[in-house]
């Protein structure tokens, strides 16, 4: 199954929450609120904006607590906010991994992991890929519960599915274009 999955810029931008419920109904399947620098009262009054009926298709990255409050789908760990025991038994669970090792260590643990960054990244200046994509394919670790994240635009979906990637996920391509 293949999936695409959004992410908020760390930094907020006008009209975000609409932008994100426009995409949500019009091809993104689900999308992550990576909001780090926000206080928790902060990030109440951003969830507040969301929809009851389509909070079950965000992932929040920090403040995991306010998932079960907001109704949200899902958590998502990495190395400010480890994996500890779930006390979110009915959420989807994600992670973020930067290297094949930690990908095949994570990844049965997970409802899925981003692997990145697949190409350079398009929001953060200087990160560049440390992949081979011809590599990645030829090993046949990549599977359906492995999304990839880094300078991925449109043009590359069949290349990652052909990978064997289960989806891509979407940052830079989405704020940096005209909306």
Same mark, same amino acid.
């Given at each position: 199954m293949w999936r695409l999955i959004g992410i908020t810029p760390e930094k907020g931008v006008i009209d975000e929450q609409k932008k994100v419920i426009y995409w949500l109904n019009n091809g *993104?399947? #689900? %999308? $992550? *609120? !990576?909001k780090p620098n926000l206080t928790e009262e902060q990030l109440k009054y951003y969830l507040d904006v969301f929809p009851l009926e389509i909070r079950n298709k965000l992932t929040i990255h920090d403040n $995991?607590? #306010?998932? #079960?409050? %907001?109704?949200?789908?899902?958590? $998502? $760990?990495?190395? !400010?906010?480890h994996y500890i025991k779930p006390i979110h038994k009915n959420l989807r669970k994600s992670y973020s991994c930067h290297s094949i090792t930690e990908m095949l260590e994570l990844r049965d643990k997970f409802d899925y992991v981003f692997l990145s960054p697949i190409y350079n990244s398009i929001s953060k200046e200087g990160y560049r890929s440390k992949f081979s994509l011809s590599d990645l394919k030829e090993s046949g670790l990549i599977n359906e519960k492995v999304i990839a994240l880094g300078g991925i635009k449109e043009d590359k979906f069949e290349e990652l599915k052909e990978i064997g990637f289960g989806g891509a996920a979407l940052l830079g391509s989405l704020w940096k274009k005209e909306f």
């Open positions: *993104i399947d #689900l %999308f $992550h *609120i !990576r $995991h607590s #306010l998932a #079960l409050e %907001f109704g949200l789908g899902g958590v $998502h $760990h990495n190395y !400010r906010n």
